[in-house]
Nanobody, 124 residues
């Protein structure tokens, strides 16, 4: 199985940028489609962005489209989430996830492996 570790979270002012990284170990990342989810207290974990195994196809939630970019470097076994024009409502814990099927997944239940999360706080 694959182990996932997120990094790059932190505190940023509204309008700023952050890049989250998700490093994989144990298995080659190219075996998995990947997703980024976020969660705030008392709410469900919702998809932010997803990318196919090949990296050719991506998906974005409407609230982040045009501001966030998901990418992957299979040679480095790493997936990224570039977040620009951040808003206070982007404040959440962000999780990367791996899916053994190679296609896009947009639901929590479609993913098999999860990282421990990275906190992102956007101040107004």
């Amino acid at each position: 199985q694959v182990q996932l570790v997120e990094s790059g979270g932190g505190l940023v002012q509204a309008g700023g940028s952050l890049r989250l990284s998700c490093a994989a170990s144990g298995r080659t990342l190219s075996n998995y489609a990947m997703g980024w989810f976020r969660q705030t207290p008392g709410k469900e974990r919702d998809v932010v962005a997803a990318i196919t195994r090949s990296g050719v196809t991506t998906y974005y939630a409407g609230s982040v489209k045009g501001r966030f970019t998901i990418s992957r470097d299979n040679a480095k076994n790493t997936v990224y989430l570039q977040m620009n024009s951040l808003k206070p409502e982007d404040t959440a814990d962000y999780y990367c996830a791996a899916r053994t099927r190679g296609t896009i997944g947009v639901k929590f239940s479609e993913y098999d492996y999860w990282g421990q999360g990275a906190q992102v706080t956007v101040s107004s």
